[in-house]
């Protein structure tokens, strides 16, 4: 069956980068991109950006345009989501999430990320 | 940027009556290939979003029939036939249509 396992919880300060993974299982990772959502503490989901895996293409909303980096590592069948210079507003839930026929289909648990001094 | 518009943000439901979201979209959602990429997700309290329906009115494995999704151009629905107490949380509908994908501002659903 298909499953996206993400990494655990982190905290970091102000100015920081944090880097979130996503291993994918129960299917063939090439076939399918990855998508990031995220959800602030209490509010609703907020699409960040998404990956080709298969060339490695990305494509992500404007207002990320320059902190956010998005990777695959077709070997370990994992993707991962960076995102620097990190402020308060950037505390939130982050999910990848499966593409399909444009559409997300299998989400990851999530993963917290904290950014306080 | 495509606006999802969901109406009511708040639903009260009495167990076993009916319940319906609206969203409407700002932009059609018809796409090139002749689709509409319409989804609609439930997320549960405490858990990740799970895809209820997908191209307005397609269900995905495993979601009770009770969930029917309805609609088209910029106008949608999701309609739960009787609510039960597990379908407690928060819905939202997402286009998949523009870049970038939008989602709606979520309905809580909460029983009376």
């Known amino acids: 069956q298909v499953q996206l396992v993400q990494s655990g919880a982190e905290v970091k300060k102000p100015g920081a980068s944090v880097k979130v993974s996503c291993k994918a299982s129960?299917?063939?990772?090439?076939?399918?991109?990855i998508s990031w959502v995220r959800q602030a503490p209490g509010q609703g989901l907020e699409w960040m950006g998404w990956?080709?895996?298969?060339?490695?293409?990305?494509d992500h909303a404007q207002k990320f345009q320059g902190r956010v980096a998005m990777t695959t590592d077709t070997s370990t069948s994992t993707a991962y989501l960076e995102l620097r210079s990190l402020t308060a507003d950037d505390t939130a839930v982050y999910y990848c999430a499966r593409h399909l026929s444009r559409s997300l289909d299998y989400w990851g648990q999530g993963t917290l990320v904290t950014v306080s001094s | 940027d495509v606006v999802m518009t969901q109406s009511p943000l708040s639903l009260p439901v009495t167990l076993g009556q009916p319940a319906s979201i609206s969203c409407r979209s700002s932009q059609s959602l018809v796409y090139s290939d002749g689709n509409t990429y319409l989804n609609w997700f439930q997320q549960r309290p405490g858990q990740s979003p799970r895809r209820l329906i997908y191209?307005?009115?397609n269900r995905d494995s495993g979601v009770p029939d009770r969930f029917s999704g309805s609609g088209s151009g910029t106008d949608f629905t999701l309609e739960i036939s009787r609510v039960e107490a597990e379908d407690v949380g928060v819905y939202y509908c997402m286009q998949g249509t523009h870049w970038p994908w939008t989602f709606g501002q979520g309905t809580k659903v909460e029983i009376k």
């Open positions: 990956i080709t895996v298969y060339n490695g293409k990305t």
């Open positions: 191209k307005v009115s």
């Open positions: 129960g299917y063939t990772f090439t076939s399918n991109g």
